[in-house]
């Protein structure tokens, strides 16, 4: 928002300046004139900061090392929810294996069984994921299992 907003400040001022506006302002906005394109330069680098920080993880397990033998992700195409999982895999690949991706369309068993619930996350064998991956839970679990030798 920070980022939007601070972009939309320096366009508005700047057509304020260059022209009138289209639409009638509130009374303030032209009693700081000065103050809006400051803001607008404020906010943009904050907002990008708050934008690589939000990508950035800074959790690490206690032990280093792969905790599993098999990550098997289910997928279909034109799924944003699967878009988010492989994303949250990737920003734990340090402690998993390569996810194994199955577009579930191909598979008429598999289409039938993960239907409505891609994506699907298997690990070692096991279905641990359905829908939405917690990274909470994921924590706990890459936490709670010993390296793999």
């Known amino acids: 928002m920070l980022l ?7 366009i508005l001022s700047g057509i304020d300046r260059v022209s009138y506006l289209p639409f009638p302002m509130p009374e303030f906005w032209y009693s700081n004139r000065d103050f809006w394109p400051f803001l607008g330069f404020l906010s943009i680098p904050c907002g990008l ?19 599993f033998e098999s990550v098997v992700l289910y997928t279909r195409s034109r799924c944003h929810l699967c878009d ?5 895999l990737r920003a734990y690949s340090n402690w998993l294996p390569t996810p194994v991706e199955v577009d579930i369309d191909g598979d008429e068993q598999l289409k039938e069984k993960f239907n409505t619930c891609v994506p699907v996350i298997e690990i070692d064998g ?8 917690d990274e909470m839970l994921l924590r ?4 709670g299992s010993e390296p793999v030798a």
Request: glycine share 12%.
């Open 49 to 67: 900061a708050l934008l690589k920080k939000e990508q950035k993880l800074d959790w690490l397990p206690i032990r280093a090392g792969y905790r």
């Open 4 to 10: 939007y907003g601070g972009v939309g400040l320096l």
């Open 84 to 88: 988010d999982a492989r994303q949250i």
């Open 140 to 143: 706990r679990l890459i936490e």
């Open 126 to 133: 096991k279905v641990r994921f359905r829908g939405i991956v």
